[in-house]
């Protein structure tokens, strides 16, 4: 009876030997899916992924978002110091006086100084910058437009006729005998250029010496006060050699010696 216990103990050992080789032999079960050899995760190749460098169309968004942020702000700080450095670079051309061009002969300095649009263009130019070159080509744009509109002078004598100096003259003469000379020098520069103009103020000194003599015709001489001589005395009758009344002369004197008498 030993013996065959002996047999089935040998038996028993060359089973369990055998079971444990043949489990070496095969490959150990994983213990989960992911470490299974078949379901192991390749990495994609350059021909799967999106432009060559996305995996997914999530990844494509997500770069295109950083790519626009990062060139967003580097345009941003760029135009930042192009500005400045354009700036400083029109800040050093500014002069520190802006010098009139040269003007054509028959316009002075003074003529462009007193005229108010200079003084505003002066300050434009400072406020935005702008050099020398700017300023000029603004004064020189404003003289020629103003000369499109200045009446040509040769032209509007030719229109008061063969005694044109003459006219010019009288209305000169009487404008300086009535008016101040600020409204005197007005009257030169603005309606005293054009023939129109001329004709206008002969119209005003043919209606002051009609109201005078008018005058003259309803009060006598004898009534007649130191103002209302002196008041003669200004028309162009007894002060202008080129409208010089004989008779009118001797009225004017006949009623300045009554009132000394």
């Known amino acids: 009876m030993s013996d065959n216990t002996?047999?089935?103990?040998?038996?028993t050992a060359e089973v369990t030997e055998s079971t444990e080789q043949t489990a070496e032999q095969q490959p150990q079960e994983p213990q989960n899916l992911s470490e299974r050899p078949n379901d192991t995760l390749v990495e994609p190749t350059a021909d799967d992924l999106?432009?060559?460098k996305?995996?997914?169309q999530e990844d494509l968004e997500q770069g295109y978002?950083?790519?626009?942020k990062y060139v967003g702000g580097n345009k941003d700080e760029l135009r930042e110091q192009i500005i400045d450095e354009l700036s400083q670079e029109a800040d050093s051309e500014v002069p520190e006086n802006y010098e009139l061009p040269s003007l054509p002969e028959h316009i002075t300095e003074d003529d462009v100084m007193e005229n108010p649009m200079t003084e505003w263009w002066r300050g434009h130019c400072a406020e935005n910058a702008y050099d020398q070159e700017m300023f000029e080509n603004g004064i020189n744009a404003y003289i020629d437009m103003m000369g499109e509109y200045a009446p040509n002078a040769d032209a509007e004598i030719e229109k008061l006729g063969e005694n044109a100096q003459a006219r010019i003259q009288a209305v000169d003469s009487f404008s300086q005998a009535y008016f101040t000379p600020d409204e005197h020098e007005y009257l030169s520069q603005?309606?005293?250029t054009t023939a129109e103009g001329i004709e206008i103020l002969e119209k005003i000194m043919q209606m002051r010496n009609e109201n005078i003599s008018s005058y003259q015709q309803q009060e006598p001489l004898n009534k007649l006060t130191l103002e209302d001589v002196r008041g003669m005395m200004k028309d162009p009758r007894y002060f202008d050699p080129k409208e010089r009344d004989e008779s009118f002369v001797r009225k004017v004197d006949d009623a300045f010696a009554r009132l000394y008498r």
């Open 6 to 11: 002996e047999q089935a103990e040998e038996n």
């Open 54 to 56: 996305f995996k997914s």
């Open 65 to 68: 978002k950083e790519l626009e």
């Open 50 to 52: 999106i432009l060559g």
């Open 190 to 192: 603005t309606i005293g």
